[in-house]
Each structure stands twice: as C-alpha cells, then as structure tokens.
T-cell receptor, first 111, second 114 residues
Framework: DTGVSQDPRHKITKRGQNVTFRCDPI?????LYWYRQTLGQGPEFLTY????????KSRLLSDRFSAERPKGSFSTLEIQRTEQGDSAMYLC?????????FGSGTRLTVV | EDQVTQSPEALRLQEGESSSLNCSYT??????LFWYRQDPGKGPEFLFT???AGEEKEKERLKATLTKKESFLHITAPKPEDSATYLC???????????????FGQGTELSVKP
C-alpha cells in the first residue's frame, strides 16, 4: 500500500480509442501530480494540481490529453484517440513530508 | 537547461560487493535531491531527500551523499533483494515555489547476484 491507489493497473487498447485512468490518494493531499514513464527512462512530468486547480501542464500533454481533479481528492487522466506512442506507465504522485509518494501506476499498451 | 544524469546505466554486482551509483545534476539553485527505488512494474519508492552539500542519509545498506554537483548512492554489502532500478531526481527550480515538480534521471538498473 503506497498511499496512492491507481486504477486500472494495466490497460490494453486499440489505436484510436479513448482511455481514462484514475488516481486516488488514500488521505487528503493538496498537491497531486501525473508523470509518464517509458521503458528504460525516468518519469517525466505531465501535469500538477493544487486542490482542484490544474496549475502546470507539460508540453508533453498534447490536446489529446486532459486531466481533472473535480473535488480536490481523486484525479482522472484521459487520453483521446490513443496512438502507439502513448504506450507507457502513467504514474500519479502526492507530496508527503520531505518526498513524494507514487502510486503503482497504470501500464498502457496501445496496439 | 536543468538536467539530471545517472551513471552507470546498469550495474551488476555479486552479493556482498559494495559499489556506488552516481547522479550528476545541473540546476540553478538546488531545492532538494531525491533518491527512489523502483521495482519492475511498480511505481518509484521514496528512499532519501538531500538538501545541501555535505548532507548524508542512511537506510540499511544504502547511504546517500550530496555535493554541489552530484550525489552518490553507496550500497554496502548488497543482497539480491537490493536488485532494482534506482532513480535520482531534483526539484525543477522554475516552478518550485508554485508547487514543485521533479526532474528525473534515466535511472541505474542494479542487479545483485547471489
């Protein structure tokens, strides 16, 4: 139990389909982050929420990507019209103490 | 450009063979350097945060140190269960005061054989 729950753990989708991932911090955290990690690389920042406000978006987040945090608790990340290049691990994190706590991630495979 | 570089990319050790992993960083004003452990198919697991040159942190067989340009993760007498990818990250100084984000290195994949 990492303190951040992500669902689903794995998702296989056909190219062109839409997918949605969910992130649930176990306890309340003001700040919530989304990262993307491809094989053999470190995580790359996608976007960040302070409560329900989305305050920062990476240029990696094309217009096919949208993230929400409607009540300042859980968050969703949607990818529309998926492409094979979207295949990656999508990680959610919250700020805790001196560090950041990551969820176990959602592994997306676009076929 | 702010960046983090880790070396080596992969490291194979025999059980009990001590070694060090390197993390070099170039940021304009360090606001924290983080070490994480990542097992296959899982999210990064927090190990240490270091803030200033000369600082050291220890946990079991791991010790992290920090200088003005790099950090080392020393592994003493490693065991097979220490096998994982070790990630280093720094706070992006440009948006630190707005909530922070991490810039990660590409990781070092450590394999410890019995």
């Amino acid at each position: 139990d990492t303190g951040v729950s992500q669902d689903p753990r794995h998702k296989i989708t056909k190219r062109g389909q839409n997918v949605t991932f969910r992130c649930d911090p176990i306890s309340e955290h003001n700040r919530l982050y989304w990262y993307r990690q491809t094989l053999g690389q470190g995580p790359e920042f996608l976007t960040y929420f302070q409560n329900e406000a989305q305050l920062e978006k990476s240029r990696l987040l094309s217009d096919r990507f949208s993230a929400e945090r409607p009540k300042g608790s859980f968050s969703t990340l949607e990818i529309q019209r998926t492409e094979q290049g979207d295949s990656a691990m999508y990680l959610c994190a919250t700020r805790t103490g001196n560090g950041y706590t990551f969820g176990s991630g959602t592994r997306l495979t676009v076929v | 450009e702010d960046q983090v570089t880790q070396s080596p990319e992969a490291l194979r050790l025999q059980e009990g063979e001590s070694s060090s992993l390197n993390c070099s960083y170039t940021v304009s004003g360090l606001r924290g350097l983080f070490w994480y452990r990542q097992d296959p198919g899982k999210g990064p697991e927090f190990l240490f945060t270091l803030y200033s040159a000369g600082e050291e942190k220890e946990k079991e067989r791991l010790k992290a140190t920090l200088t003005k340009k790099e950090s080392f993760l020393h592994i003493t007498a490693p065991k097979p269960e220490d096998s994982a990818t070790y990630l280093c990250a720094v706070h992006d100084p440009m948006i630190y005061n707005q909530g922070g984000k991490l810039i990660f290195g590409q990781g070092t994949e450590l394999s410890v054989k019995p």
